[in-house]
Nanobody, 123 residues
Framework: QVQLAESGGGLVQPGGSLRLSCAAS????????FAWFRQAPGKEREFIGG????????NTVNSVKGRFAISRDNAKNTVYLQMNSLKPEDTALYYC????????????????WGQGTQVTVSS
């Protein structure tokens, strides 16, 4: 049973924008933290940002701060990652994940994962 499903990835030029979506089952949407991770070729998967269940608490890592924003629409059972001013180093497979732990950041605390969506930033 798939609980999380990402979409919206693709090829974009440097400086461009993409919005990733993560569709969640109603049960998964009740998780305390939703987060986005990414994994670039040859690198470990990294946390890039998270959002609380009520959407009032959000955070992003310094490397994407000011460019990426996380939001959620509970009526649509969806969490979003808006990515602006994309750089070639943002190229990665992007995952959404859910955790029962409020404020979770470490990958080990996330027990629901999507299959990932590829983002490629290139001219």
């Amino acid at each position: 049973q798939v609980q999380l499903a990402e979409s919206g990835g693709g090829l974009v030029q440097p400086g461009g924008s993409l919005r990733l979506s993560c569709a969640a089952s109603e049960r998964t949407l009740s998780a305390n933290t939703f987060a986005w991770f990414r994994q670039a070729p040859g690198k470990e998967r990294e946390f890039i940002g998270g959002i609380s269940r009520d959407g009032k608490s959000r955070n992003t890592v310094n490397s994407v701060k000011g460019r990426f924003a996380i939001s959620r629409d509970n009526a649509k059972n969806t969490v979003y990652l808006q990515m602006n001013s994309l750089k070639p180093e943002d190229t990665a497979l992007y995952y959404c994940a859910a955790s029962s732990i409020a404020g979770a950041i470490a990958e080990e605390f996330f027990n629901s994962w999507g299959q990932g969506t590829q983002v490629t930033v290139s001219s």
